[in-house]
C-alpha cells in the first residue's frame, strides 16, 4: 500500500503529490504494502478537454491566481471550483484511522512524531486547483506579480486575513514563517533554499526574492508554505514560558485555517474542530470545502486493528492500498447493503516511483552491479500474482502515468539533452532503454538468479562457506530491511528467500513509526520502502530527492544519497525550463539516468485511488483530475449532531 495523503492540505507532500507542499505533516509511516496500478480507468474527455493551454504568464501584472506555464482556468470574479458541491452542508463528524503514534503537535522539526493532518490549522498564500496541473489562486494573499527574469515575487495580503485569536494576518509573520521554517526543518530549507530575502514591500505587501533568474517556479512555490503567527510563537504560553518552535509540545497551536486544534490525547486520537467564524469561508477557493464539522484522527498501533475499526463503522472512510483486502475483504452485509460503498477514482497525477531504496552511504551499495543484482533478485510477477491479485504494473519510471516518464530509446530534445553530457553519463543511457527483469510468474527465478550471481561476482562477491563473501575485505554481504509496517513483511519475506539463495544474510526490522522516522532521518539503514510522489509540473523538489547537498542533509528527502553531476545538470534543466516542451524533455531525461543509475528495486504503481466509505459520507459527483480532494470536499449527509456519530451505527 502507498501512505494515504491529505490533498490539498497535507504534503507533499510527499508526497507528496501535485506540488509537494505539506510533507513535514504526514501522518502515516512513508512506507507501504502496496502501490499504485495500472492507469485501466481514463479519466472523462471532456475533463482533459477543458485542461488550460499553455501560454506566457503576464510580467508584474498583479494576478488572482498564478500557473506554472499555462493560463488560469477560473476568472478573477470566479464563484466556486468546478469540482466542489457549493452546496455541501456543514456538519458530522469524520473519523479517519492511523497507523502509528504521535508525540508533538509541531510538525515543523526533525526528530519528532507530531500528529497528522495539522495542516487543517493553518493558511497558505495561495490554494491549489484540484482539476488544474500546476495553477493556484489567492487565500491569505489577493494577488501576486512577479517580473519578467522571474527574479523575485510579490503578494499582497487580504486585508480581512485573521488568526483565531482575532488578530490580523501581517507580512511580518510570512516573514517571520519562512526564515523560521527554512532554519527548522531540511526539507523547507531545501525546497526554498533559493530564496535569499523576503521584505515587506508595503502595507500589506511581501516580496520574495530569489538568488537566481530563469527559475519559473520560485515565484509560484514561495505561495505554498503555511503561514504562522508570529506574534504566538514568539510570545509565552498560559504559563508564562516563551514558546519555542524547534521543540515538541503538545499545547495547541495558533492558526488562521478553517479548523482549530479540539481535544487531543497524545499517540490515541486528536479532533479538529471546524471555525464557525472562520475569517476565509466565502472566499471562492473555499465554498463547499471543509464541510465536517469535527475531524478525528484515531491511532491504532496494528493495520489489521484499524481495517476491522472501519467495517465496523467506527472509522468512516478507507484509502485501500492493500490489493489483497480489495479483492478479498470486503465481501460482508455492510457492503452487500450498500452501506459501505467502493470507489476506485481515476487521476492524472504522474506515479512516483516506489522501491526498495538503498542507501548508497553504505560501502556495499556503492558498487552498481550489486544493486542491479538486488533487483535480479525480485519475483515481481510472482509477487504480483499471488499476492496482489494481478492489480499492479511494475514501475518502470520515476514519472510514471505521464507523458514524462523515459520510454524507448531517447528521442528528439532529450537526446539532445542527454548528448550534450555524454560524458557524464553511463553508456547505456543513451544506447539501451531501461527494463526491469521479467519472470514467468511461476515462482522460478533461476535464470535471474543466476544473473544476479554474475553481476555479484563482478562486483568481487562470491560464495565462501555458503555466505556471499567479498574477495578482499572478506566481508559477509549482510542487509537488513527495516520497515514500520507489518504487513509489508509478507512482501519482504519472499524476497528475503531469493536473496538467501544467493548467500546474502537477511534481517526484517520492523520498528514503530517514530523509530522509523529517527533512523531514516539518520540514514541508520540498509534498505527501506521509499515513495517519491512526483507532480505533474516536476521543479525545484527535485533537488531535495537526489541533490549533492540534500544527500548530506539530515532528515531531507534525499534517504537513498544521490549525488550525481548528471543528475545535478538534469535537476536544473528541469527547474529552468522555459516551456512545457523543455520540461518534459528534460523530466525524461532526467528520469532515464536515474533508471540506469539502479538506486531502487522498483515495485509497483496504481494511477487510481480505492476508496471504501460509509453511504453517510459523500464526495461530489465529478471528482477533480489530480486529487481525490479528502476531506476538503467531501461531506456527511444529513448530520445534524455531531456528537451522534460518536457511536457506531
Same mark, same amino acid.
Not at 539502479?598 to 483530475?625: C, D, F, G, I, N
Given at each position: ?90 456538519? %458530522? ?16 522539526? $526533525? ?15 495561495? @490554494? ?15 494577488? $501576486? ?21 482575532? &488578530?490580523? $494576518? ?5 516573514? +517571520? ?23 515587506? #514591500? %508595503? ?14 517556479? *520560485? ?24 514558546? !519555542? ?16 486544534? %479540539? ?15 472562520? +475569517? ?15 475531524? =478525528? ?6 493495520? #489489521? ?57 553504505? &560501502? ?21 500474482? #499471488? ?7 511494475? @514501475? ?12 524507448? *530509446? ?35 527465478? =533461476? ?24 574477495? !578482499? ?44 522516522? =529517527? ?27 537526489? %541533490? ?29 525550463? &522555459?516551456?512545457?516542451?523543455?520540461? $518534459? ?9 536515474? *533508471? ?17 466509505? +460509509?453511504? =453517510? ?26 456528537? @451522534? ?5
Amino acid at each position: 500500500m502507498t501512505k494515504p495523503v491529505l490533498t490539498g492540505l497535507a504534503i507533499a507532500v510527499a508526497a507528496i503529490l501535485a506540488l509537494l507542499v505539506f510533507w513535514p505533516t504526514q501522518d502515516t509511516p512513508p512506507q507501504s504494502t502496496e502501490t499504485a496500478a495500472d492507469p485501466a480507468e481514463a479519466l472523462p474527455s471532456e475533463v482533459v478537454a477543458e485542461m488550460p493551454g499553455f501560454t506566457d504568464f503576464q510580467p508584474d501584472v498583479p494576478r488572482h491566481g498564478s500557473s506554472l506555464f499555462g493560463e488560469l482556468k477560473y476568472a478573477p470574479d470566479f464563484a466556486h471550483f468546478d469540482y466542489v458541491n457549493p452546496a455541501a452542508p456543514k456538519g %458530522g463528524l469524520l473519523r479517519y484511522a492511523v497507523v502509528g503514534s504521535f508525540d508533538s503537535l509541531n510538525n515543523f522539526i $526533525v526528530r519528532t512524531e507530531p500528529a497528522g493532518w495539522l495542516a487543517l490549522i493553518y493558511d497558505t498564500l495561495m @490554494a491549489r486547483s484540484l482539476d488544474e496541473s500546476v495553477s493556484e489562486y489567492g487565500l491569505l494573499a489577493e494577488s $501576486v506579480r512577479h517580473p519578467a527574469d522571474y527574479s523575485s515575487a510579490t503578494y499582497v495580503l487580504r486585508q480581512n486575513a485573521r488568526w483565531h485569536d482575532g &488578530e490580523p $494576518v501581517t507580512p511580518a509573520d510570512v516573514i +517571520w514563517t519562512l526564515e523560521t521554517l527554512k532554519a527548522q526543518h531540511p526539507a523547507y530549507a531545501g525546497y526554498y533554499a533559493n530564496v535569499i530575502a523576503v521584505e515587506q #514591500t %508595503g502595507p500589506r505587501e511581501v516580496t520574495f526574492r530569489f538568488d537566481e533568474t530563469g527559475n519559473r517556479e *520560485l515565484p509560484q512555490i514561495v505561495g505554498q508554505f503555511p503561514v504562522l503567527p508570529k506574534h504566538y510563537w514568539t510570545g509565552k504560553d498560559a504559563n508564562g514560558r516563551p514558546r !519555542d518552535i524547534s521543540a515538541a509540545t503538545l499545547e495547541p497551536p495558533l492558526g488562521s485555517g478553517p479548523y482549530r486544534i %479540539g481535544k487531543v490525547s497524545p499517540g490515541q486520537d486528536i479532533t479538529y474542530e471546524r471555525v464557525e467564524d472562520y +475569517w476565509g469561508r466565502d472566499l471562492p477557493v473555499n465554498v463547499g470545502a471543509n464541510n465536517f464539522d469535527r475531524i =478525528r484522527l484515531i491511532y491504532f498501533r496494528d493495520a #489489521t486493528i484499524a481495517f476491522q475499526a472501519f467495517k465496523g463503522g467506527q472509522v468512516d472512510l478507507r484509502i485501500e492500498n492493500s490489493a489483497r483486502n480489495w479483492a478479498t475483504e470486503y465481501d460482508i452485509p455492510a457492503v452487500r447493503r450498500g452501506d459501505i460503498k467502493r470507489d476506485s477514482i481515476p487521476s492524472l497525477n504522474p506515479q512516483g516511483m516506489q522501491g526498495f531504496a538503498f542507501n548508497l552511504r553504505r &560501502e556495499k551499495f556503492k558498487d552498481i552491479r550489486v544493486r542491479r543484482a538486488f533487483n535480479h533478485a525480485f519475483d515481481y510477477e510472482w509477487m504480483n500474482r #499471488t499476492l496482489f491479485h494481478d492489480q499492479y504494473t511494475r @514501475a518502470g519510471s520515476y514519472f510514471a502515468n505521464s507523458e514524462m516518464a523515459a520510454t524507448g *530509446l531517447p528521442e528528439g530534445a532529450e537526446r539532445e539533452i542527454l548528448e550534450s553530457m555524454r560524458d557524464l553519463v553511463r553508456p547505456e543511457v543513451l544506447a539501451e532503454p531501461y527494463a526491469n527483469p521479467v519472470t514467468d510468474g511461476s515462482g522460478n527465478n =533461476r535464470r535471474n538468479l543466476q544473473r544476479a550471481t554474475e553481476l555479484l561476482a563482478e562486483a568481487g562477491w562470491t560464495i565462501s562457506d555458503g555466505k556471499l563473501t567479498h574477495e !578482499d575485505s572478506g566481508e559477509r554481504m549482510s542487509v537488513e530491511f527495516l520497515i514500520a509496517d507489518p504487513t509489508f513483511e509478507r512482501v519482504v519475506a519472499p524476497y528475503r528467500q531469493s536473496l538467501e539463495r544467493l548467500g546474502i544474510e537477511v534481517r526484517i526490522r520492523t520498528v514503530d513509526s517514530a523509530q522509523y522516522q =529517527r533512523r531514516t532521518d539518520e540514514r541508520d539503514f540498509d534498505i527501506v520502502v521509499e515513495n517519491f510522489g512526483q507532480s505533474i509540473s516536476p521543479g525545484n523538489e527535485q533537488r531535495d530527492y537526489w %541533490g549533492c547537498a540534500a544527500a548530506e542533509q539530515e532528515g531531507s528527502r534525499n534517504v537513498i544519497g544521490i549525488c550525481d553531476p548528471a543528475i545535478e545538470k538534469l535537476i536544473d534543466r528541469v527547474i529552468f525550463a &522555459e516551456s512545457r516542451a523543455e520540461l $518534459v524533455a528534460a523530466v525524461k531525461a532526467l528520469d532515464r539516468v536515474l *533508471l540506469h543509475g539502479h538506486y531502487v528495486v522498483p515495485q509497483w504503481y496504481l494511477a487510481t485511488t480505492r476508496v471504501a466509505y +460509509w453511504s =453517510r459520507l459523500r464526495h461530489p459527483e465529478r471528482m477533480p483530475a489530480y486529487s481525490i480532494g479528502f476531506p476538503t470536499i467531501w461531506w456527511h449527509e444529513g448530520a445534524t449532531d455531531p456528537d @451522534a456519530m460518536d457511536e457506531a451505527p
